[in-house]
């Protein structure tokens, strides 16, 4: 890819050349899920903006989504499946890297799609290697 490197959407690859990405959107997901452990009383507001801090600083390559909208849209028709979700996948489709997911309900509906899935792999697979 053009010097740049392989590029994984979520897992952290022994190889020196393997590059995070994630699509802009995950500073507000990160942001949100953050803020609901708070008022769940599961982290404090000291523990929680640690986390941000932490994830601020992360070595994760940001894209616009923008460029991914219609291809995420489109993979959420398909799949039946929350398009928010589906950016990442387009993004992982757009850069020709893995997309990389906890979502086991996610991978299950990647399943029945198998041009879809052979994008994915799921944090258990990604942590083994």
Same mark, same amino acid.
């Given at each position: 890819?053009?010097?740049?490197?392989?590029?994984?959407?979520?897992? !952290?690859?022994?190889?020196?050349? #393997?590059? $995070?990405?994630? %699509?802009?959107? =995950?500073?507000?997901?990160?942001?949100?899920?953050?803020?609901?452990?708070?008022?769940?009383?599961?982290?404090?507001?000291?523990?929680? $903006?640690?986390? /941000?801090? $932490?994830?601020?600083?992360?070595?994760?390559?940001?894209? %616009?989504?923008?460029?991914?909208?219609? #291809? /995420?849209?489109?993979?959420?028709?398909? =799949?039946?499946? %929350?398009?928010?979700?589906?950016?990442?996948?387009?993004?992982?489709?757009?850069?020709?890297?893995?997309?990389?997911? !906890?979502?086991?309900?996610?991978?299950?509906? =990647?399943?029945?799609?198998?041009?879809?899935? #052979?994008? /994915?792999?799921?944090?258990?697979? /990604?942590?083994?290697?």
């Amino acid at each position: 890819m053009g010097g740049r490197g392989r590029r994984d959407t979520a897992s !952290a690859d022994a190889t020196p050349e #393997a590059k $995070l990405i994630a %699509p802009d959107l =995950l500073i507000a997901e990160c942001a949100n899920i953050l803020w609901k452990k708070v008022q769940r009383n599961e982290l404090s507001k000291e523990e929680a $903006l640690l986390a /941000a801090r $932490l994830l601020q600083g992360a070595e994760i390559e940001l894209l %616009p989504t923008r460029s991914s909208m219609e #291809a /995420a849209t489109r993979i959420a028709i398909e =799949l039946d499946h %929350p398009a928010h979700d589906c950016v990442y996948l387009a993004l992982a489709i757009d850069n020709d890297c893995k997309f990389v997911t !906890a979502d086991e309900r996610l991978l299950r509906k =990647l399943g029945q799609k198998q041009t879809l899935r #052979a994008r /994915a792999i799921s944090l258990t697979e /990604a942590a083994k290697l």
